[in-house]
Each structure stands twice: as C-alpha cells, then as structure tokens.
C-alpha cells in the first residue's frame, strides 16, 4: 500500500484511467462486432458499418486507449475482410 500522498493520488488516477480505457476499448469492440456480424450475414450496410467501426477504432487511439498502429492493423485488416467478401459475391 502506498504511504505518500502523491502516491495514493497516482493510485486514484491511474484506477479512473483504467476504467475510462476499459470503457472506449469495450466500446470499440461492440463496433467491431456489429460490424463482423453484418459481414457475415451479407447485410447491405456493411460499408456504413465499416465507416463507423473505423472512426471509433481511430478515436480510441487518439485518447490513448490502444496504440495508433493498432488501430491501423485492425482497421486494414477490417477493410481487407470486406474487400475479399466483395470479390467473392461478384
């Protein structure tokens, strides 16, 4: 347990940041979710879906949440799965 003030106030600080990071993070992963499952599916409004995803993915690296290369290697790799669902219904 920690004795100096500065340290029980880190302790407070870092347990609101982790909780506000768990919250985007968990957030993300809902838009993620709802977007696999339309691309499962073969929904009309997966691109919408993707558009979204993709904001919320970016705007959870900007708050620190995950890494900003991350955020890049899941949206590329959103966008390859809807680009190969694309080229298999032709």
């Known amino acids: 347990m920690a004795h100096t ?3 029980l106030k880190r302790i407070r600080q870092s347990e ?3 909780l506000v990071n768990k919250s985007n993070k968990s957030a993300m992963k809902t838009y993620i979710k709802k977007y ?3 691309l499962e599916t073969g929904a009309d409004d ?5 558009k979204q995803a993709v904001s919320v993915i970016y705007k ?3 708050k620190g949440a995950i890494h900003k290369k991350q955020a890049s290697r899941k ?3 959103l966008t390859m799965k809807l680009n190969k669902a ?3 219904n032709k």
């Open 5 to 7: 003030l500065s340290a």
């Open 16 to 18: 609101k940041r982790r």
């Open 36 to 38: 696999m499952k339309a």
């Open 46 to 50: 997966t691109e919408a879906l993707l």
């Open 60 to 62: 959870t690296a900007r």
């Open 75 to 77: 949206v590329s790799r």
């Open 86 to 88: 694309k080229a298999v």
